[in-house]
């Protein structure tokens, strides 16, 4: 019976996060970011466009490799009356950059609404199947955080990966990174459930996600290393049966990531050769002090950054997790991802682009949610919690005031603050609570979750064209 | 059977079927491809001004922002005097200027910032405006056949209304 409350609760909460997810994702998302602040997201839809109409994808680059270089003013949403600073674009024919997949959801769906020129892909078109797999995605973390934490851990980080600033603005681009995010969080449902049912075709299924991501991006070679690595640290079964389900495993995921090749020898082998090997040569754009760079700053673009939080929560409580040597078999399916990206990240190395984080973000939620949730463990880690929520929520408070001069808001930091960290060191030091003081500890953390979701929503809601334009 | 005998029947079973897939997906982009790809197709999808664009008669009303820096010394400078106190003021870059004369130029203007151009019996329309009120140079010099060359790193000007001594104030500073 509790147990079946508990359930209907998860799904209220997690239907309300989708609602609320899809709202603020759509709220002026043709307007922010700008468009042309990333001309990816046109020439992503470009590729998909010409590739339905007469299978020949057409690009902007600018990489060496290319026999044809064809500079053009295409003035889809007006972007030489704002981003695009005068410069031509650099339509390069046949395009290989990367592979077609999010060309053909974008290129797609803009062609489904009557697009059939370039300037047609307008940002009010294409960003929404976008934000549609944004959506999606929130209902993949709160069902991993199920799987692996339960259904508190569940319900917080729907409602964290909703509302979050950084997570609402990523969630509307048009990048392959939006592609390769929900496959990855399949990818770990599925081999979750293959660990319990032990049924071939769901280590197929698995496999073909990973291999479907590669067609996103190459980088979503990822997604294939996570697979192999979590088959293969499954130490409840023998060696020889792990060794032959990552022999599957790999085989069916690289022949699914191999058909870009096929596409490619398909259209122009040889330029295909040139491009990637120019790919290859790519300047190591993110620079030696990345990883310093990935927890300490979340950036949007390359040169737009948004102040949020919770990412910053989540590089520091993988640390934690990692430790947790009772729990780090079920983890692993949060931290292999993450390590595994991170890995590739670091690798592939090209531009500090704020959209190459994307994949991050689903597991690092999960992690902050899990430090969330500690205190209802175990009470005396309740600091633990408390510094989970007050780093973003200070965050978003301080960009709120920026805004907005509201007293008002300032005193009441001062005072929760206050009490929170008493609170927390109190209860981690001295003192075993009685069942009242549990109960009103959870209410003051309940508070401090609803204030930290509160000002996700209050900080997104200020996301307009003005506020914008004076991001840095 | 054993794990590995198993393995091994489904992993042949597998790449059978799927090097019929690869096949077919190869033959099958290039039927695609061979059968509705043309270049004056891939024109046309470059060079179409979209419905959804707002479309205008005043060629002042737009301006193309910025400068393109990677053209280095390929460029044109564009400048468009209403003579309502409204101007359009853009740096193009050459290479996207396929047409390399006057009204070559003048033409991608107009479809880049959304306005009509024609020229038509030795008359030049810029949307709304005509000659013979409508006055262009070319680095200072009057252009009397918009089939002229384009001078690299040069500046076109149109000026609508405006007198020969108006004309020549612009020049004098």
């Not at chain 1, 549609?132 to 991993?144: D, E, K, N, Q």
């Not at chain 1, 569940?154 to 600033?165: E, G, K, Q, R």
């Not at chain 1, 389900?245 to 082998?269: H, K, N, Q, W």
């Not at chain 2, 044109?76 to 006057?102: H, P, Q």
Request: glycine residues 8%.
């Amino acid at each position: 019976m509790k147990n079946n409350r508990r359930f209907y609760l998860l799904i209220l909460v997690i239907s309300i996060s989708l609602i609320l997810g899809f709202k603020l994702r759509n709220r002026n998302y043709n307007e922010v970011p700008f468009p042309g602040e990333s001309l990816d997201e046109y020439s992503n839809s470009w590729v998909g466009l010409s590739l339905i109409q007469f299978g020949f994808p057409v690009g902007q680059s600018g990489l060496a490799g290319y026999p044809i270089t064809d500079n053009r003013y295409i003035n889809v949403d007006r972007i030489y009356q704002g981003m695009a600073n005068g410069n031509t674009l650099q339509m390069n024919y046949p395009w290989f950059d990367h592979p077609p997949m999010m060309g053909l959801i974008s290129g797609g769906y803009s062609y489904i609404k009557g697009a059939r020129v370039f300037e047609d892909t307008t940002t009010a078109t294409i960003r929404k199947p976008i934000i549609l797999m944004s959506v999606v995605t929130i209902g993949l973390t709160s069902i991993l955080a199920y799987l692996i934490f339960g259904w508190k851990t569940a319900v917080v980080s729907s409602l964290v990966m909703a509302t979050s600033p950084l997570m609402v603005i990523n969630g509307r681009m048009v990048q392959a990174e939006n592609g390769i995010t929900p496959l990855f969080l399949l990818l770990m449902i599925c081999l979750w459930f293959y660990k319990k049912i032990r049924k071939r075709y769901l280590l197929v299924l698995c496999a073909f996600l990973s291999g479907m991501a590669v067609l996103f991006k190459l980088s979503g070679v990822a997604l294939i290393f996570s697979g192999v690595l979590v088959l293969l640290t499954d130490n409840k079964r023998g060696l020889s049966v792990r060794l032959s389900e990552g022999l599957i495993f790999l085989t069916v995921s690289l022949s699914i990531a191999f058909l870009f090749v096929v596409y490619g020898a398909a259209i122009d082998f040889d330029v295909f050769v040139s491009v990637f090997f120019s790919n290859t040569n790519r300047a190591y754009g993110i620079g030696l002090n990345a990883i310093s760079e990935l927890i300490t700053s979340t950036k949007v673009t390359s040169s737009k950054f948004l102040g949020d939080g919770w990412p910053l929560i989540g590089w520091l409580g993988l640390f934690l997790l990692i430790g947790k040597k009772e729990i780090i078999s079920k983890s692993r399916f949060v931290w292999i991802p993450i390590l595994v990206y991170l890995s590739v990240y670091l690798f592939f190395g090209s531009e500090s682009y704020g959209w190459y984080r994307i994949p991050f973000m689903p597991f690092l939620m999960i992690i902050v949610s899990w430090l969330i949730v500690r205190f209802s463990q175990n009470i005396k880690e309740t600091f633990l919690s408390v510094f989970a929520l007050l780093i973003p929520i200070g965050i978003n408070v301080s960009r709120l005031t920026e805004a907005h001069q509201i007293p008002l808001l300032i005193s009441t930091w001062r005072f929760t603050t206050l009490i929170a960290i008493g609170m927390a060191i109190v209860l981690g030091v001295v003192y075993k609570p009685g069942k009242k003081l549990t109960i009103l500890i959870y209410i003051l953390m309940f508070l401090l979750f609803m204030a930290a979701i509160y000002t996700n929503i209050l900080r997104t809601d200020m996301l307009s064209v003005e506020y914008w334009y004076k991001a840095h | 059977m054993s794990t590995w005998k198993e393995t091994k029947v489904f992993l042949t079973r597998y790449l059978e079927i799927y090097i019929l897939v690869a096949v077919f997906m190869f033959f099958g982009l290039k039927w695609h491809k061979n059968k509705n790809y043309s270049t004056e197709k891939l024109e046309e999808m470059m060079v179409s001004v979209s419905d959804l664009r707002d479309k205008t008669d005043d060629p002042c009303k737009y301006s193309i922002l910025g400068d393109p820096v990677a053209a280095k010394f390929d460029y044109i400078k564009v400048f468009i005097f209403c003579g309502d106190g409204t101007k359009s003021t853009n740096s193009m870059d050459l290479r996207a200027v396929k047409e390399k004369t006057v009204i070559g130029a003048l033409r991608e203007l107009g479809r880049v910032n959304g306005f009509e151009v024609k020229y038509e019996d030795n008359r030049l329309f810029l949307g709304k405006y005509s000659s013979p009120d409508l006055k262009c140079f070319q680095n200072q010099k009057f252009v009397n056949d918009f089939g002229t060359d384009i001078k690299v790193s040069g500046t076109i000007e149109c000026y609508y209304n405006f007198l020969p001594k108006e004309i020549a104030v612009f020049y004098e500073k």
